[in-house]
DNA sequence: CTGAAAGCGCTTACAG
DNA sequence: CTGAAAGCGCTTACAG
């Protein structure tokens, strides 16, 4: 038995193809219809064993109710699994729950070409901690939708975005820190230029200043770090470190490590914050520091996405920033 | 500006839209054509920023570019995560090497027109403990690519499918303990007839049977395991537990905790073996058992798919079945 | 109330 | 060598 198209039910039912079409897609537009005709139409339908081919349906509507998801690494790595993997779960949960599917696009570069290629779906999300410029300004030049997970501030911040505020919740571990009494501070970030750093490093020198605290801005990657690092700290008088927390993990687990190699404890010889949530699966103690939502911000980029695709829901705001909750910890000492 | 055509790039080279697809589509069907014509309608597309329009390409030539994947729970589930994800990011890995994109289908259930949806893709991959087998037989029956993750056994075996070789690696387990001075063995399974359990306990019986070992095979989700039910083993003679391992893991959970709640010290009191691997972040000794090559599944699925979406390059077996490489592991003790 | 036409953007025969 | 036509299976205006 081969394919069954509309121009066959019409054939059985003795009307045209497309009133077979107005029937088997419920009447959407109000057409006046005899009962009559639409159940000799269902009916033929049914005994044809009909399938719709969304193909054909998706050219004709010009809607796809296909949702992009371009990561500009693989969205199934492995050294970032533990930061993509809860937003990539929030995107399937609330995709499923708007009945859009997914279309993941495997990039393996920033290829302008395969960016443009998302304009096969009706819009499209992005993840990655930088933006290929060229690619997306065509895209939005285009009007085509396109959604950013993290904050944006490339292209004059006309980058659609649902991000995490970063800035207020490392201004409040510093808070933290300067109520239990610490007043020396050595903070290590990421040597690159992401917006979720720079917002880290806003929080953190505003929250210092406000608090009088001093505070030592290192950047590394984590490479350079080893016990002596620590121990000079140390011996310069700093109490508290804080760390930033990104994708990969690496300035954290770099301290740790060297943290470890001083031999010194946590928090008895120093506290310890970062600024984030440190990979699942690390041993020792809760650090104190705040939770990231992933698994909200890619439910909200969905749902920002879907309102961009289908105007008439009232104008969403292009620019969200979720709340990071604070996590208690047990790495924060209290000073006498 | 909207969205580039072929029409677009016609008028712009001065030539006609057929001509454009011939040109673009690399002249699969060896068109005469001269190489100024060739290099005009390539530089206006490059210039005009033109994408091919995927659904389009779809409904002319059958054919875009598009895997999809099917899962029967989400994709991005949290109890399963250590079990797909692997295979999701093997599924990921060479589709970007054959430079394909991935539809993810986020079913909520096997509803037969969510999974009709697939036919959108030129293939489709499913993934899951079971086969709603209404629907696969209808895209079985329409010809439709599609692959398998796990041996099936569903509709006489028509299932193209890339599997583990579940017989064989707990056959191995079993002689292991045979070879260890084992021969009262207790094995516990999953309660429903999954092929994937099923594979294991035949494994696990032919080699309990040529190794002469007395087996017990207990299906358990788990529920019922607690300290009790683990003396009471001891106490009948029993030297070795058995464990099938499947997605959520649970079977083997349950039983690790029995074992806790007992005060049994494993392998000093008693052995453990797993069929398969414990999540990932289990605390204690490395369990015996063997490695499920998920990654190499989710590779081998996606080849398999895209040589059935591309005929041609010779008949590619529907059947695999990838070995698990068995794992060492310190639970098995040496019995005297 | 219902039919016939136009068209979504492309590919693949088929004429020149 | 290149253009024009037909058509993939559908939806959505638009005529009756």
Redesign the pocket.
């Known amino acids: 038995m081969g394919?069954v198209?509309?121009?066959d039910i019409a054939r059985v039912a003795g009307?045209?193809?497309?009133?077979v079409?107005?029937v088997?897609?419920g009447n959407?537009?109000g057409?006046?219809?005899?009962e009559?005709?639409r159940l000799r139409v269902l009916e033929a339908a049914e005994q044809l064993g009909y399938v719709?081919?969304p193909v054909?349906?998706r050219?004709?509507?010009?809607r796809n109710n296909l949702l992009g998801v371009y990561t500009f690494t693989p969205a199934f790595p492995v050294d970032v699994a533990d930061a993509y993997y809860p937003i990539l779960a929030g995107v399937e949960a609330e995709a499923a729950a708007l009945g859009k599917d997914l279309i993941m696009f495997t990039a393996s570069s920033a290829a302008p070409d395969r960016i443009r290629r998302t304009r096969l779906a009706d819009g499209c999300l992005f993840l990655g901690r930088h933006v290929p410029v060229d690619g997306i300004a065509d895209l939005l030049a285009a009007g085509f939708p396109i959604v950013y997970i993290g904050r944006r501030t490339e292209l004059g911040g006309r980058i659609p975005h649902v991000g995490a505020d970063y800035v207020s919740a490392s201004a409040e571990v510093i808070t933290r820190l300067a109520r239990a009494g610490h007043t020396r501070v050595r903070y290590l970030r990421e040597p690159d230029d992401a917006p979720s750093s720079g917002d880290r490093e806003r929080g953190v020198r505003a929250a210092a200043a406000a608090a009088g605290l001093s505070l030592v801005v290192v950047r590394t990657d984590g490479a350079d770090l080893d016990g002596p690092s620590v121990r000079c700290w140390l011996d310069d008088g700093v109490t508290a470190l804080v760390v930033e927390e990104t994708d990969t993990g690496a300035v954290f687990h770099a301290t740790w490590r060297a943290l470890g190699e001083a031999g010194v404890s946590v928090p008895g010889d120093v506290s310890l914050a970062v600024l984030g949530r440190p990979p699942a699966g690390t041993a020792g103690p809760v650090i104190s520091g705040f939770e990231v939502p992933r698994r909200a911000l890619g439910r909200a980029a969905v749902r920002l996405l879907a309102s961009l695709v289908e105007p008439g829901s009232g104008e969403p705001s292009l620019h969200r920033l979720l709340t990071c909750p604070p996590v208690a910890g047990e790495t924060i000492a209290t000073l006498a």
Do not use: C, E, H, W
């Open positions: 394919k198209r509309q121009a009307v045209s193809q497309a009133t079409s107005v088997l897609g959407r537009t057409v006046r219809l005899s009559r005709t719709p081919d054909s349906s050219l004709a509507a010009t």
